[in-house]
């Protein structure tokens, strides 16, 4: 590190956090996730909508998801957590 200068430090999940994200995002949960816009801000001055996904299918690292307009994606868990919309 030079002084003054800091740099990003990357992010680990632990075996507990993966366990306790694993359990928000159990099979027929409904999330509210931010489009990719907001999250860069680029594009528009209105952000994007939150978009409505069902969990399909929970894996080790990524969740499967069904949009509402009846697409299949695939997000990782820490995606869920920067794209999430809390209510």
Do not use: W
């Amino acid at each position: 590190m030079i002084h003054g200068i800091s740099q990003a430090q990357p992010i680990h999940y632990t075996t507990e956090s993966i366990k306790r994200l694993q359990k928000k995002c159990m099979p027929g949960r409904v999330i509210y996730l931010r489009g990719r816009n907001d999250l860069q801000g680029f594009g528009d001055d209105e952000p994007d909508r939150a978009r409505k996904y069902t969990v399909v299918r929970a894996f080790p690292h990524h969740v499967s998801c069904l949009s509402e307009s009846g697409f299949r994606e695939s997000f990782r868990y820490l995606e869920i957590e920067r794209r999430r919309v809390r209510k």
